[in-house]
């Protein structure tokens, strides 16, 4: 699936790739369980704003907000999770995070998801976002 890294200029490619790279995994979408990803790296790192040209991709017209002061946002069928604010796996566990991922029609983006770990599914796609300068993003596919 795709390149393995990039490096993007600005927002706008950031989210680009994003809308691309959710285009497509709905393509080559027959997996029985939800479609997961999980983000991490630095902070400002992207990774929010990757998931707005994902949503994007995912035919979601609303718009996706950083979840700073809740720990899950659902638009339709797409979770938006942040770790960061979560003190450990089981809080997640209590939200019904199984029950979510297991539901293949869902897709579910967790950003900080290395807090989380335990609970992400073997078949997770692993994102890193590493801060290079002001403008400057690299994007791993792990
Ligand atoms: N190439 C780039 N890609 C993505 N964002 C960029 C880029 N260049 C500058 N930016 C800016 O960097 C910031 C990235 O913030 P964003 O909220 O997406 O990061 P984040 O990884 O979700 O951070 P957090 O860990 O706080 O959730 C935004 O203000 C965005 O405009
Ligand atoms: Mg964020």
Redesign the pocket.
């Known amino acids: 699936m795709m390149a393995k890294e990039y490096l993007?200029?600005?927002?706008f490619?950031?989210k680009l790739l994003g809308e691309n790279m959710a285009k497509e995994l709905l393509k080559s979408n027959s997996q029985q369980r939800a479609l997961v990803l999980g983000l991490t790296?630095?902070?400002?790192?992207?990774?929010?704003?990757?998931l707005q040209g994902f949503a994007k991709g995912l035919g979601i017209n609303q718009r996706v907000l950083?979840p700073t002061f809740i720990i899950m946002r659902r638009i339709g069928r797409f979770y938006h999770i942040?770790g960061?604010r979560i003190k450990n796996s089981k809080e997640l566990l209590l939200l019904g995070f199984k029950k979510i991922i297991n539901d293949p029609k869902n897709i579910v983006a967790v950003?900080?998801a290395d807090r989380v770990s335990e609970v992400m599914p073997k078949s997770a796609i692993w994102l890193g976002?590493e801060f290079v300068n002001?403008?400057?993003?690299r994007i791993v596919v792990k």
Not at 41 to 49: A, I, N, S, V
Request: charged share 30%; net charge neutral.
């Open positions: 993007t200029k600005n927002s490619q950031t790296g630095d902070l400002g790192g992207g990774k929010t704003t990757f950083s942040d960061y950003e900080w976002f002001d403008k400057t993003r």
